[in-house]
């Protein structure tokens, strides 16, 4: 990856993150049939936090000292993926994977507004209206008031808004602070709540089939944690976060195969304005 542009590192390290995210998605709604939320976050974050500093130690980044700014900056994007995580599952035990998988599509859009905001980053009105459009193709997917609502739908939508914020936590990171510091402290983070939160529920016995699909879905998310942190690093924010829809076409597909889902028409309708949006506020990225 030498002779790459950083965006283009950028982009590729999003798509990855994609396909560790849908994958570790799917093996944990097989798996919610027979392990509540806490117990199975709590379970694939042992194994995924043991691997993770397994690896971490392997590159020598297992032991890193990070300034008080910085160490603030890593603790407040382990809240917002401690809190994603939690609304997203629920969200995902409780409605279809195409379904969820896009409404979390609007993160670019939700990402480059934040950008504006917070970072001071220039985004012309054309942009400001993708984004308005974009919304409205949640809307549509979502379809409060309808038949077809699902509450559960609400939690994805609080859970684009803390990967919102943990995105905008890692542009600020320092380029010395290692990729997989962050992702490992994230991970114990995500798994000492899940721990808590399991002590509460009743302990159900794991499986050998529900153990192996956990072990897949730890493999899995690690791959989206280390890679989710480097593409924003690596590449400009408005560049890179487009490259998040090539896991549409997984989450569906997967949605179909896996578990019969199949998104309806409105639902169709809905993930096009959404990534096409997306694409466009790339569009305009570029040409900026």
Not at 92 to 105: E, G, V
Not at 115 to 142: E, P, T
Not at 144 to 163: K, T
Request: glycine share 10%.
């Amino acid at each position: 990856m030498k002779n790459m542009s950083d965006n283009l590192k950028g982009a590729i390290f999003m798509m990855l993150a994609m396909g560790g995210y849908v994958v570790n998605d799917t093996m944990m709604k097989l798996v919610s049939a027979e392990i509540a939320l806490a117990q199975g976050v709590f379970v694939r974050g042992v194994i995924a936090s043991v691997l993770l500093a397994g690896f971490a130690y392997y590159k020598g980044q297992l032991f890193y000292r990070a300034d008080r700014a910085e160490m603030k900056i890593i603790l407040w994007r382990s809240f917002a993926e401690i809190a994603a995580t939690y609304c997203y599952l629920t969200a995902l035990f409780n409605m279809p994977l195409a379904s969820l998988t896009a409404i979390l599509q609007s993160l670019p859009l939700a990402v480059t507004l934040a950008g504006s905001i917070f970072l001071g980053q220039k985004v012309g009105w054309r942009r400001y209206l993708a984004i308005l459009v974009g919304f409205g193709g949640v809307l549509i997917i979502i379809r409060p008031g309808g038949d077809e609502f699902n509450s559960f739908a609400l939690w994805g939508l609080a859970a684009v808004g803390f990967v919102t914020l943990r995105d905008l936590m890692a542009v600020r990171l320092s380029t010395a602070t290692p990729s997989i510091f962050a992702a490992l402290f994230t991970a114990v983070g995500v798994t000492l709540v899940a721990g808590v939160g399991a002590a509460f529920e009743p302990w159900q016995p794991v499986s050998t089939g529900s153990f192996a699909l956990l072990a897949f879905a730890a493999i899995f998310i690690l791959v989206g944690y280390v890679a989710s942190v480097s593409a924003m690093r690596f590449g400009e924010i408005g560049f890179v976060s487009p490259f998040r829809y090539t896991v549409l076409i997984w989450a569906i597909l997967l949605g179909v195969f896996v578990f019969q889902d199949y998104p309806d028409l409105w639902t169709m309708i809905g993930i096009a304005i959404v990534a096409g949006t997306g694409v466009f506020t790339f569009y305009r990225e570029h040409r900026s």
